[in-house]
């Protein structure tokens, strides 16, 4: 008699962006173009390193004084100190009031994991989590996970092709009181100080819990202070919040999925506590941190020469970004495809909008093999002097094929 699988009832689960690359994996067109890699890439179409990173890592896995014993579950208290003090700044009042503390986590969606978690047990008064993000995020699987409801809106007004800065202030206007506010790349958000002032009031006023996302500090405008300064003016204003701060992407080390789960008090007190509890979650959940990226990251953190290094290595991917967008937005003028295109120039960072339509992307995607997802945010640093023509004349062609141009019609 057959045994019956105790797995006969699982279902295949729902793809996510991984059926994407999929696609694309198994497309033999020789000008394929993949645009939407979560990482950073380089121009010879791998994935960028800081080059120090490259020098540092020899060196650690050489160095004979290393104890290879299971790290604290916080984590290393050097790593800990140095990415803080990278978030809010080494002369941090804060910092210095010892009221802002972390927990090392496993990239930055364990960092998620690990404060839904903690939010779940110790905030029972409100289930409720809006997510405001360019993107849909994978953290709000997460919190769905646990129990919450989730509501999630993008900053990206695709009619008026920019970033809508009212859609946060009407999330937070709509939110329940006690909400958790969670705020993906809060570097890219364009509100102006009244308009901050004015969402610091409303989330004051109805106790609204924030939750910021950092994936990738110094991509944004290639200056550090700068895209950390909102936190810090949250941190002044005398809000407690938790941020998920990923030091993969700004450093090349993808593959260590280094993070930190930092946490903002309003006394030492407090924040002893809320560290005590997320320690026994983190137990749960992976109990030892891993090393290596963290020993990578604390050695150029702690090192002026080194920082200055990798600072250095920053603006050069921001200048590259830049110039890629603006390359893109001259091509497509040249080649006198229809509509604006100032909107790439005005977005920040690896990710952009191309504010293509649903025609146009399976346009693309069926004809041109250039796969992008059906937000149409790409990663601009996969383009480069190899496939740039290629993309803005496949561009082009895509928008004239949706418009029924005469002029694409007659070919």
Same mark, same amino acid.
């Given at each position: 008699?057959?045994?019956?699988s105790v797995f006969t009832d699982v279902p295949m689960a729902h793809k996510l962006e991984g059926s994407l690359l999929k696609s694309y994996k198994q497309d033999d067109h020789?000008?394929?173009?993949?645009?939407?890699?979560?990482?950073?890439?380089?121009?010879?179409?791998?994935?960028?390193?800081?080059?120090?990173?490259?020098?540092?890592?020899?060196?650690?896995? #050489?160095?004979?004084?290393?104890?290879?014993?299971?790290?604290?579950?916080?984590?290393?208290?050097?790593?800990? #100190?140095?990415?803080?003090?990278?978030?809010?700044?080494?002369?941090?009042?804060?910092?210095?009031?010892?009221?802002?503390?972390?927990?090392?986590?496993?990239?930055?969606?364990?960092?998620?994991? /690990?404060?839904?978690?903690?939010?779940?047990?110790?905030?029972?008064?409100?289930?409720?989590?809006?997510?405001?993000?360019?993107?849909?995020?994978?953290?709000?699987?997460?919190?769905?996970?646990?129990?919450?409801?989730?509501?999630?809106?993008?900053?990206?007004?695709?009619?008026?092709?920019?970033?809508?800065?009212?859609?946060?202030?009407?999330?937070?206007?709509? *939110?329940?009181?006690?909400?958790?506010?969670?705020?993906?790349?809060?570097?890219?958000?364009?509100?102006?100080?009244?308009?901050?002032?004015?969402?610091?009031?409303?989330?004051?006023?109805?106790?609204?819990?924030?939750?910021?996302?950092?994936?990738?500090?110094?991509?944004?405008?290639?200056? /550090?202070?700068?895209?950390?300064?909102?936190?810090?003016?949250?941190?002044?204003?005398?809000?407690?919040?938790?941020?998920?701060?990923?030091?993969?992407?700004?450093?090349?080390?993808?593959?260590?999925?280094?993070?930190?789960?930092?946490?903002?008090?309003?006394?030492?007190?407090?924040?002893?506590?809320?560290?005590?509890?997320?320690?026994?979650?983190?137990?749960?959940?992976?109990?030892?941190?891993?090393?290596?990226? *963290?020993?990578?990251?604390?050695?150029?953190?702690?090192?002026?020469?080194?920082?200055?290094?990798?600072?250095?290595? /920053?603006?050069?991917?921001?200048?590259?970004?830049?110039?890629?967008?603006?390359?893109?937005?001259?091509?497509?003028?040249?080649?006198?495809?229809?509509?604006?295109?100032?909107?790439?120039?005005?977005?920040?960072?690896?990710?952009?909008?191309?504010?293509?339509?649903?025609?146009?992307?399976?346009?693309?995607?069926?004809?041109?093999?250039?796969?992008?997802?059906?937000?149409?945010?790409?990663?601009?640093?996969?383009?480069?002097?190899?496939?740039?023509?290629?993309?803005?004349?496949?561009?082009?062609?895509?928008?004239?094929?949706?418009?029924?141009?005469?002029?694409?019609?007659?070919?």
């Open positions: 008699m057959p045994t019956l020789p000008n394929k173009t993949f645009l939407a890699y979560r990482v950073c890439m380089a121009e010879d179409g791998h994935p960028w390193v800081s080059p120090v990173v490259k020098k540092l890592r020899s060196q650690i896995s #050489q160095d004979p004084s290393l104890n290879y014993e299971y790290a604290p579950v916080m984590g290393m208290k050097s790593f800990i #100190q140095a990415s803080l003090e990278l978030l809010f700044g080494k002369h941090s009042q804060a910092i210095a009031e010892n009221r802002v503390g972390g927990v090392h986590t496993v990239g930055d969606n364990g960092a998620f994991q /690990l404060g839904a978690q903690f939010l779940r047990t110790w905030h029972q008064d409100s289930r409720v989590v809006y997510i405001t993000s360019f993107q849909k995020e994978l953290y709000g699987l997460i919190f769905q996970d646990m129990g919450f409801t989730v509501h999630e809106y993008s900053f990206w007004n695709p009619k008026q092709m920019c970033m809508d800065p009212n859609i946060l202030i009407n999330v937070v206007k709509q *939110a329940p009181c006690g909400s958790v506010l969670a705020v993906g790349s809060i570097a890219d958000c364009k509100l102006t100080q009244s308009q901050w002032i004015k969402l610091m009031s409303i989330m004051k006023s109805k106790q609204i819990f924030p939750f910021f996302d950092i994936p990738s500090q110094g991509f944004s405008s290639g200056d /550090l202070n700068e895209d950390s300064r909102i936190l810090r003016y949250f941190v002044a204003q005398g809000f407690e919040f938790f941020c998920s701060q990923s030091l993969s992407k700004n450093f090349g080390i993808y593959d260590e999925g280094v993070g930190v789960l930092a946490v903002v008090a309003l006394s030492n007190q407090h924040l002893l506590c809320v560290l005590s509890q997320l320690m026994n979650f983190a137990r749960v959940l992976w109990l030892n941190p891993p090393t290596m990226g *963290a020993r990578i990251i604390t050695s150029i953190l702690c090192n002026p020469a080194l920082h200055g290094e990798w600072k250095h290595s /920053l603006i050069r991917v921001v200048e590259n970004i830049m110039l890629i967008k603006e390359k893109v937005k001259e091509k497509l003028r040249l080649l006198g495809t229809p509509g604006s295109w100032d909107h790439i120039t005005d977005q920040k960072g690896t990710h952009s909008y191309l504010g293509l339509n649903s025609q146009q992307l399976e346009y693309l995607v069926k004809k041109k093999h250039i796969y992008i997802p059906k937000n149409s945010r790409i990663n601009f640093t996969s383009i480069n002097a190899n496939n740039i023509d290629y993309i803005t004349q496949s561009i082009n062609e895509a928008v004239l094929y949706a418009t029924g141009s005469e002029k694409f019609l007659q070919k």
